[in-house]
């Protein structure tokens, strides 16, 4: 008898004890994200929406055309069309899809991509009506200098250096071997926390 | 800080404009069909328009039981979604209006557009009846208490009964009906189960409540809500929860026994008031006890099939039961509509007559004192502001109830009633019975 009383006091207390708790939380500020009208502040290293950079200075295209990120890709979602420049010999770009239905936004291909060209952007609302239109092609995909001047420094990325070379194509990447050599270290190293956007 | 100080801000401020919605409209309805039309009335027609005069007035606290209903449950619904945000670190419907304050008005207004529904194979007649016998005892049960919540207002006695706590018992036995009908009409298993577990649960928890209940009534004499809360006059010493006055009572030269006795009945009202709450719960199948609903194993119980206007109803009815039970307790132990300390109200109340008299210079006091006496009734005043003032805070602690208790087994929830809160009552109710004749 005593020990039920016990036992109903106590869970008395601790009922009491969990209400109160409940009751302190209502004296901090709410965690809601009120998403359409502030957009939230996503770190550099976000893996959104794919995007191809260009140089930041010189607005040329840093796609070489090598296509690591195509090999890479566990869900063969990019597809690559090069073809080599009869006056060059270079390998030049002629079109380049990503699927983003497919994509699962590992973020693979920005790891092994030699030149920094592919990453991946803050962006996430990318809804369609149809799965078509969740292919983007080379236009879609294609930064401006200053979107690509914003990731480079957002996601702290070593400024890519112009060709050197004498290309006459913009595509027609020259140093592919020396940036092949250099790059990959440099792209694969995390950037730091970021507050910015 | 300084955000999570807005959001309790934003809350005070929509509970402001509801209640002024709530109780202005009430009010408005109540004094126009009550007082100013009958007096149109007969001087319009004289003798002759007596009876039609007789007949508005008879009808007010129906008009206002039917308007407060839907309002009311607009504010409680929007109160808890916003207490429940307050209470999980969020913020709550804050879309709809200034600070969503018009959010439920939106979810009504969206459920009596939707579609009706009727499953294959349901029972169209008991169907299309439960919600209404589900909301029906809301409305009828709430007249007795009218009287007691309205001080005793001349519009309002005709309602009171003098076995209005009997009453009203009787009638909030009826919903369980509506739920069996509801759950067994639909020909869905998770409603019938719903049903089913709110019947026996119901049944369970009546027992305990009524005998609560009952103790209050024999500690106060009476089965008559005014004389009720009136026997509760005086200061928060003299309410049912701390004994009905039993304190008051001792002095020095009082002897120990009356001492021991009077200190030992407060410590079993505070059992029976926590009693009451916990049954009280369980019959408005709130949460830790909302198992006819229980989202995670029956979808939504007992209403499962429900769509659009009779959903509608079923969610009415569930928080006007609610708002009574809280009421109920307001009257029964927390003093009805009696200030805790008269004496501050009072000067509290002159302060104002001072600061209002200074504020419109023009008007002298007792010019302002007749236009606000030729409105309202102070005295109503007093007794309905703290009514309200109770039976929200009671409702806002259900919210925080639902915000932290887990939902009971099935058989935990049957042993608990019949093995403890019923020996518990049985026990409180010979204890009431004999303390009170030795204090
Ligand atoms: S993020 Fe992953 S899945 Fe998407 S394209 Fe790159 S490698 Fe393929
Ligand atoms: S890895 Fe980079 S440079 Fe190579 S094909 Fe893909 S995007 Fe172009």
Redesign the pocket.
């Known amino acids: 008898m005593l020990g039920m009383v016990g036992r109903a006091a106590e869970g008395f207390y601790q009922v009491c004890r969990g209400l109160w708790t409940v009751f302190k939380h209502s004296g901090r500020p709410p965690t809601t994200k009120e998403f359409p009208d502030v957009m939230p502040e996503l770190p550099g290293a976000f ?1 959104g929406r ?1 995007a191809l950079a260009v140089n930041p200075e010189t607005g040329e295209h840093l796609c070489i055309s090598c296509r690591q ?1 195509e090999r ?7 597809d690559i069309t090069a073809h080599k420049s009869p006056q060059t010999g270079k390998l030049e770009l002629i079109d380049f899809k ?1 699927d ?1 239905g ?9 790891e092994v991509c030699p030149t920094s060209c ?1 990453i ?1 952007t803050s962006d996430f609302e990318m809804s369609e009506y149809s799965r078509g239109a969740l292919i983007y092609d080379l236009k879609r995909l294609t930064l401006s200098q200053e979107e690509s001047a914003y990731y480079f420094a957002k996601k702290d990325l070593p400024p890519p250096k112009p060709k050197a070379k004498p290309a006459p194509k913009p595509e027609a990447a020259g140093d592919a071997g020396e940036s092949l050599a250099q790059q990959p270290s440099d792209v694969s190293q995390q950037p730091g926390p970021k507050a910015e956007e | 800080m300084n955000s999570a100080v807005f959001e309790i801000g934003k809350f005070a401020r929509l509970t402001l404009l509801w209640l002024c919605i709530i109780f202005g409209a009430v009010w408005g309805v109540s004094w126009s069909i009550g007082v100013l039309l009958p007096a149109v009335i007969l001087s319009q027609s004289g003798e002759s328009g007596r009876f039609w005069a007789q007949l508005l007035q008879a009808l007010v606290p129906v008009v206002a039981v039917a308007l407060f209903v839907p309002l009311n449950t607009c504010y409680m619904v929007l109160a808890e979604r916003r207490l429940l945000a307050l209470f999980t670190v969020r913020k709550g419907p804050n879309r709809v209006g200034p600070d969503g304050a018009f959010q439920t008005v939106a979810d009504a207004l969206k459920l009596l557009l939707k579609e009706e529904i009727t499953p294959r194979g349901a029972d169209l007649l008991m169907y299309t009846l439960a919600p209404v016998i589900f909301f029906a005892p809301s409305i009828i049960g709430v007249m007795p208490l009218l009287a007691a919540v309205s001080g005793n207002h001349p519009l309002f006695t005709p309602v009171n009964l003098p076995t209005g706590v009997f009453y009203i018992l009787a009638v909030s036995s009826i919903p369980v009906v509506g739920v069996v009908m509801g759950g067994w009409a639909s020909n869905n298993k998770y409603s019938l189960v719903g049903a089913l577990r709110s019947a026996a649960q119901a049944i369970s928890y009546e027992i305990p409540l009524l005998l609560s209940i009952i103790t209050v009534c024999l500690l106060a004499g009476t089965l008559d809500f005014v004389q009720i809360a009136d026997n509760q006059r005086g200061s928060l010493l003299n309410w049912n929860i701390l004994g009905g006055g039993a304190l008051t009572h001792l002095g020095i030269g009082s002897p120990w026994w009356s001492i021991a006795a009077a200190l030992l009945l407060a410590a079993c009202c505070i059992l029976l008031f926590a009693l009451y709450v916990i049954c009280a719960c369980a019959e408005v199948n709130r949460t830790p006890f909302d198992l006819p609903e229980a989202e995670s194993e029956l979808v939504s119980g007992f209403n499962t099939e429900y769509s659009g206007i009779k959903f509608a109803i079923f969610f009415l009815a569930e928080y006007t039961n609610l708002f009574i039970v809280s009421t109920f307790a307001a009257v029964m132990f927390l003093g009805g509509g009696h200030a805790p300390f008269p004496g501050l109200e009072d000067a509290c109340i002159s302060g104002l007559r001072g600061l209002l008299a200074a504020w419109f210079g023009a008007c002298t006091p007792f010019q302002l004192g007749w236009l606000v006496n030729s409105l309202v009734n102070p005295a109503t005043v007093s007794q309905v502001f703290w009514i309200i003032v109770k039976s929200y805070a009671l409702v806002w602690f259900a919210s925080l109830i639902r915000a932290t208790l887990p939902r009971l087994r099935i058989d935990q929830l049957m042993d608990y009633s019949w093995k403890r809160l019923v020996p518990l009552a049985l026990i409180l109710l010979i204890a009431v019975t004999f303390l009170k004749e030795l204090v």
């Open positions: 893996r794919l990120c890479v890709c566990p869900d063969k979602c990019i990503i983003h497919l994509c699962m936004f590992c973020g693979l291909c920005t592919i991946n």
